[in-house]
């Protein structure tokens, strides 16, 4: 059996983070989310700004590309590697992090298209966490104190980005149930109900 990798994709405001976070823990497994970006700045090269600016965005501008492809180095200095734009560089400098990643360790990686990344790997477990617009209104607002109408244009905001991101770069539907192993609603199951959902999951995955 092979490295046991977790990749959650989430709404915003739905507690997504939280449900890797208490997974990991509860496994004893490391957690990727902004860590993710740092490795990654150090596999590739890439100065972190970089990633941290194309996180989870599926397109940059021109002049910021051809500014900050000053950033790319040797090891990522190939005739085509060359020849894509910086937002594409980043994805896939991440997108083999990812792999990297998951061939050394069993860990949780949420967000970055991670299930993608891993969709050959058959010890690859892809969760979406979603819940309704009152419960992450309520949790976002209460997290960030803004006022209930900021945090459901945050959350409309970052939906927007977050699936335009994953459909961008891997022609799927972010959300579809057909993209993922299992989706589950965090306002009904609470963090500790979706973590438990996920290992019992797992353990019906590892006994075909």
């Given at each position: 059996?092979?490295?046991?990798?977790?990749?959650?994709?989430?709404?915003?405001?739905?507690?997504?983070?939280?449900?890797?976070?208490?997974?990991?823990?509860?496994?004893?497994i490391?957690?990727?989310?902004?860590?993710?970006?740092?490795?990654?700045?150090?596999?590739?090269?890439?100065?972190?700004e970089?990633?941290?600016?194309?996180?989870?965005?599926?397109?940059?501008?021109?002049?910021?590309?051809?500014?900050m492809d000053?950033?790319?180095?040797?090891?990522?200095?190939?005739a085509?590697?060359?020849?894509?734009?910086?937002?594409?560089?980043?994805?896939?400098a991440?997108?083999?992090?990812?792999?990297?990643?998951?061939?050394?360790?069993?860990?949780?990686?949420?967000?970055?298209?991670?299930?993608?990344?891993?969709?050959?790997?058959?010890?690859?477990?892809?969760?979406?966490?979603?819940?309704?617009?009152?419960?992450r209104?309520?949790m976002?607002?209460?997290?960030?104190?803004i006022?209930?109408?900021?945090?459901?244009?945050?959350?409309?905001?970052?939906?927007?980005?977050?699936?335009?991101?994953?459909?961008?770069?891997?022609?799927?539907?972010?959300g579809?149930?057909?993209?993922?192993?299992?989706?589950?609603?965090?306002?009904?199951?609470?963090?500790?109900?979706?973590?438990?959902?996920?290992l019992?999951?797992?353990?019906i995955?590892?006994?075909?």
């Amino acid at each position: 059996m092979g490295n046991k990798i977790y990749t959650i994709g989430r709404e915003f405001g739905s507690g997504g983070k939280d449900v890797g976070e208490a997974l990991a823990k509860r496994l004893g497994i490391k957690l990727y989310d902004k860590e993710l970006l740092q490795r990654a700045a150090k596999d590739s090269g890439f100065c972190e700004e970089v990633f941290e600016n194309h996180d989870e965005r599926p397109t940059s501008s021109f002049l910021y590309s051809l500014v900050m492809d000053t950033y790319s180095i040797n090891s990522y200095a190939s005739a085509p590697f060359l020849d894509m734009p910086l937002n594409h560089k980043v994805f896939l400098a991440q997108f083999e992090t990812i792999k990297k990643i998951a061939s050394q360790e069993s860990c949780v990686i949420v967000g970055r298209c991670a299930d993608y990344a891993l969709s050959d790997n058959p010890d690859c477990m892809n969760i979406f966490i979603h819940s309704d617009m009152e419960n992450r209104i309520k949790m976002v607002s209460k997290r960030c104190n803004i006022t209930e109408n900021k945090a459901k244009d945050m959350i409309q905001k970052n939906d927007k980005q977050r699936s335009s991101y994953y459909n961008y770069y891997t022609s799927k539907s972010w959300g579809d149930s057909t993209s993922y192993h299992l989706t589950l609603d965090s306002g009904k199951l609470g963090i500790d109900g979706c973590v438990e959902m996920i290992l019992k999951f797992r353990e019906i995955m590892d006994s075909k």
